[in-house]
């Protein structure tokens, strides 16, 4: 129980003094009048929890939730109380009925806030506030801490999904195809995508990795349609005798994106692709088989890669296929491709590593070749986020690194001292845009970006 005294103070007009060479403008002026101050009135006031259990907002069906009970402080005559709140873990306040109830709209937002939205019981630190009016005037009584524990409404989503149906021939095992997912926890992104190459009229239905685990694809808990067949390329997922959906296109490659918290679903046809373009040129030989390539990430039609010119001017194209037999892309003036076979050679005007792209999907389809230095920038640098720290470049392995002491903070990669490339995100698969990289220990570090690969960019840091 905490006791609040409160007082009413008068509000008295300052006296303003005015002196002039040997004047005396103050000999008539009566001292100022005071008041006495009132007695103070003291406020008791307490509240408690209203479930020394946790309030489980999955069972909530009202649109308000009891969190604490409390009795409204005693006031004297001409006072009224005005209102309550809460004030959660010192951060959050939510409005608080004469009940004790709140919004479960805003406690599950608040819980969401605090510690995430995965479904587990977080306990807060609560006070409760009366608010009290008397002459105009408003005060505050508040309670001790209380303990309030909260589990939000989720589903249950898993640490990963996999795929099966014609696309595999329904294979159980190691034929299974695993969707992608970021290095965030599934209840702050809870989108699950594949992109498979699937055959015309396509089945399909989708395997949690709790089964696999347990060497049980089929036991309960895979997902599927409500209706066997359905073709809708856009639907909500049911565990209760799920049936098998249908892709119902031509052959080709299909995008599929899981949202599993809201358990739905969604396809899109990409139809035929290639993943990579080889970049064959001067240099390295004009040689497909060996060239290095450039990969389509997102099955968009977009390419990315690097590519080391040894010298200026060195031209080179790009090529559907480990040879000269497939379609090849040639300069079609001012950033376009052209696939005829007369089409003159793309090239870069001074040596060094190149980040190149291409979207075959644009019309005309189009390419950029940018020279790129790296460099390290964030508050774990020494120059903060203002300077790169330089990187050094090994052409042997398309690869940066820079040994240097880093602070506890964050960093990112960049290209050329500007934002316009820069990259971030987990250590197996970096992003361009990705989140900062974190740094939790101070010392002398080497940090190490690997751009060779362009299916998946990665770094390496080891501490010295």
Not at 25 to 48: H, I, L, M, R, Y
Not at 352 to 359: D, K, M, P, Q
Request: charged content about 15%; some cysteine.
């Amino acid at each position: 129980m905490k006791k609040i005294s409160l007082y009413t103070f008068l509000l008295m007009s300052a006296l303003t003094t005015f002196t002039a060479c040997n004047e005396d403008f103050n000999e008539d002026v009566a001292a100022p009048q005071s008041w006495k101050q009132e007695d103070g009135k003291t406020v008791t006031f307490s509240a408690t929890a209203a479930s020394a259990t946790t309030i489980d907002l999955a069972t909530v069906t009202t649109d308000s939730v009891k969190i604490c009970s409390f009795t409204a402080p005693a006031v004297s005559e001409g006072q009224t109380i005005t209102g309550f709140d809460i004030v959660l873990d010192k951060k959050i306040t939510l409005a608080l009925n004469k009940s004790g109830q709140v919004s479960k709209e805003e406690l599950q937002s608040t819980v969401n806030s605090l510690f995430g939205k995965r479904p587990l019981a977080r306990t807060m630190k609560g006070v409760v506030n009366a608010y009290m009016s008397s002459n105009g005037q408003v005060f505050r009584a508040s309670s001790d801490t209380i303990n309030i524990i909260v589990t939000p409404k989720a589903p249950k989503i898993e640490s990963a999904y996999y795929l099966i149906g014609g696309m595999n021939n329904w294979g159980d095992g190691a034929e299974l195809i695993k969707f992608t997912h970021s290095d965030k926890d599934v209840y702050e992104d809870s989108y699950f995508t594949a992109v498979v190459k699937v055959p015309k009229d396509c089945y399909w239905k989708i395997i949690p990795q709790s089964n696999v685990t347990a060497g049980d694809v089929w036991a309960a808990g895979v997902l599927g349609v409500a209706t066997d067949g359905d073709t809708s390329m856009t639907g909500s997922l049911i565990a209760t005798n799920p049936q098998a959906g249908k892709i119902a296109t031509e052959a080709g490659y299909v995008k599929i994106t899981l949202n599993m918290m809201e358990y739905t679903y969604k396809i899109e046809y990409i139809g035929d692709m290639v993943l990579q373009l080889y970049v064959p040129g001067a240099h390295q030989g004009w040689d497909p088989a060996s060239a290095p390539i450039i990969y389509c990430q997102n099955y968009d039609m977009k390419y990315d890669g690097y590519v080391n010119f040894t010298a200026a001017n060195q031209a080179f194209k790009f090529s559907a296929q480990p040879s000269w037999t497939g379609t090849n892309y040639g300069d079609g003036g001012t950033g376009t491709l052209s696939t005829d076979k007369d089409a003159g050679n793309l090239s870069v005007t001074e040596a060094g590593f190149y980040r190149l792209t291409a979207n075959l999907g644009a019309t005309p389809a189009t390419y950029t070749a940018t020279k790129t230095v790296w460099g390290l920038i964030g508050d774990a640098t020494p120059g903060g986020w203002n300077t790169s720290t330089a990187m050094t470049f090994n052409a042997a392995t398309s690869s940066w690194s820079v040994t240097t002491d880093l602070a506890v903070g964050s960093f990112k990669f960049r290209a050329n001292d500007a934002w316009d490339i820069n990259m971030g995100g987990s250590l197996t698969n970096l992003t361009y845009g990705g989140d900062n990289i974190s740094v939790t220990t101070a010392g002398s570090y080497t940090i190490t970006l690997n751009l060779g690969n362009p299916k998946a960019y990665t770094y390496s840091i080891v501490k010295n």
